[in-house]
């Protein structure tokens, strides 16, 4: 299995402009979570998907961030316009269908590390 | 959402030593999972907690979770230069599937 696939790993881009990231998460996972991580804060959850619907997204920062999952295999992270403040490492995971009352473990990508100019 | 705070931020362990890091919650938890990051990689998952008062062990590392299921702790033996890296506990974050993180601890070793 390749694990989580995310593209691209590296992207500096100028303030004002779109970025899009892209993950495609492990076969058979339903779920599927966007972070982003900065050393003032940490791993945030952004964003995350069941069956392809998005969940919950109220760790998304504000209307600039815009998140779709087209179908099972494919997801995008949209921030448009970007700002210096976005830059960090965006990580997506995917986790398989758990128990009711036991979470299963995510399976993290190699993130995308994203400077804003 | 679920707060999960964790001790010490930074632990600067001579090798060969052991250190132990603390994941601590104001609310009790269904489960705790601990996840460890090397340097400019990815969190990858080392275990779940579910019981309260279980103890797990993987080679050096020991995982306990506590009576009241309100903390954790992960303890390291003889540590190595392998070991090195952040580990983060993370807890339910309040809905389905949803976790949340702890700052982490960062780990360094002196050979």
């Known amino acids: 299995d390749a694990g989580v696939i995310q593209s691209p790993r590296h992207e500096v881009t100028e303030m004002g402009q779109e970025v899009t990231l892209r993950c495609k998460p492990i076969?058979?996972?339903?779920?599927l979570f966007w972070y982003r991580q900065t050393m003032m804060r940490g791993l945030e959850l952004l964003i995350y998907?069941?069956?392809?619907?998005?969940?919950?997204d109220s760790g998304m920062p504000e209307d600039r961030f815009s998140a779709k999952m087209p179908n099972a295999s494919f997801s995008t992270l949209k921030i448009q316009p970007s700002e210096p403040r976005d830059s960090a490492v965006y990580f997506c995971?995917?986790?398989?269908?758990?128990?009711?009352?036991?979470?299963?473990?995510?399976?993290f990508g190699p993130g995308t590390r994203l400077t804003v100019l | 959402g679920q707060q999960v705070m964790q001790i010490p931020q930074y632990q600067h362990v001579q090798e060969g030593e052991d250190f132990t890091t603390y994941c601590n919650s104001s609310?009790?938890?269904?489960?705790i999972q601990w996840y460890k990051q090397r340097p400019g990689g990815h969190p990858v998952f080392l275990i779940q907690?579910?019981?309260?008062?279980e103890v797990k062990k993987q080679k050096r590392l020991t995982f306990q979770f506590g009576e009241a299921k309100k903390n954790s702790s992960l303890h390291i033996t003889a540590t190595q230069t392998t070991d090195v890296g952040t580990y983060f506990c993370?807890?339910?974050?309040?809905?389905?599937?949803?976790?949340?993180f702890g700052a982490g601890t960062t780990v360094t070793v002196r050979a």
């Open positions: 076969s058979g996972h339903d779920y």
């Open positions: 995971a995917s986790s398989p269908p758990g128990l009711a009352v036991s979470w299963g473990e995510q399976f």
């Open positions: 998907f069941n069956n392809n619907v998005p969940i919950d």
């Open positions: 993370a807890g339910p974050g309040g809905n389905d599937y949803k976790l949340s």
């Open positions: 609310t009790t938890l269904s489960n």
């Open positions: 907690l579910v019981k309260s008062g």
